[in-house]
């Protein structure tokens, strides 16, 4: 079946640093990809997506690429803040619209 | 405008309770989804609507567990006979059409803890 493999946290950064989140999955199919985050107290909300080979998502400053020989939907951010410390999740779904997540990375950023 | 609400957020039951969960979806939004997160991991599917129809149940655990949608708008999520492993942050999503690429939009979810 499908599913996703995130790399485990938590992560503690500084602010400023450059950030990667790992993320491979695996599917039968052709799957759109997402970012969420979870910010603190708050609910699931979607930060980028991909929805073919090479595509680009970007939100936020926040990039990942879609990669279908590595099977991966890496996240990347240059420069990161103390706001954006946060759980996030990386997500398939294929025909059959549900989503299927990884066990979350849990980042933290400090001044 | 108003986003995907849940109630209650929080909930305590003493095992073998009944339990019902609401979800209110954003207005016009065909598909519903229920998705269960147990502490420290991500949401795993439960059930999915289109409309008023429940085309995957799948992810539903055991029998005790049953969803419905009845004018295809607002769903609720029912527990029998709660057991402990039942604990967890229920999440509401729905989109606007049910295609992969269709943003999900999650409510605040319902917190069920289980003693």
Redesign the interface.
Known sequence: GNS?TQMEGPVTLSEEAFLTINCTYTATGY??LFW?VQYPG?????LL?A?KADDKGSNKGFEATYRKETTSFHLEKGSVQVSDSAVY?C?L????????????TRLTINP | GAGVSQSPRYKVAKRGQDVALRCDPISGHVSLFWYQQALGQGPEFLTYFQNEAQLDKSGLPSDRFFAERPEGSVSTLKIQRTQQEDSAVYLCASSLEGRGSYEQYFGPGTRLTVT
């Open positions: 996703v799957p759109s969420y708050e609910g699931l909300q979607l997506k929805t999740f997500a779904s294929e025909e059959a619209q549900k989503l299927v997540f990884g066990q979350g």
